[in-house]
């Protein structure tokens, strides 16, 4: 099993950047045998898939946040981090980071709050 804790969120103004943190703990071989995405879901919206680190470092972006958000891992801390940049009112939502391997199966974090005011 895996347990992630997300940190990170707040309150920033249009344009500017927050970085969020992944955290896993448990019981797992290893880190880097793990994909992490972080999902985000709005006030009213369905959660959508955001960026994805695969544990050799493929990643993927959903387009609302390619070339503003960075998806990177640090697999000695067993932490994936979200580096959000240019960040608009539109990405106010609660983030949150998904883990999944074939050993451990999926978890999700309990998710931060990002508030982005215009």
């Known amino acids: 099993q895996v347990q992630l804790v997300e940190s990170g969120g707040g309150l920033v103004q249009a344009g500017g950047s927050l970085r969020l943190s992944c955290a896993a703990s448990?019981?797992?071989?290893?880190?880097?045998?793990?994909?992490v995405r972080w999902y985000r879901q709005a006030p009213g919206e369905q959660r959508e898939s955001i960026a994805t680190i695969t544990g050799n470092g493929n990643i993927a972006y959903e387009v609302s946040v390619k070339g503003r958000f960075t998806i990177s891992r640090d697999n000695a801390k067993n932490t994936v981090y979200l580096q959000m940049n240019s960040l608009k009112p539109d990405d106010t939502a609660v983030y949150y980071c998904y883990a999944w391997s074939s050993q451990t199966g999926g978890a999700w974090g309990q998710g931060t709050l990002v508030t982005v005011s215009s």
């Open positions: 448990g019981n797992f071989a290893r880190f880097n045998l793990i994909l």
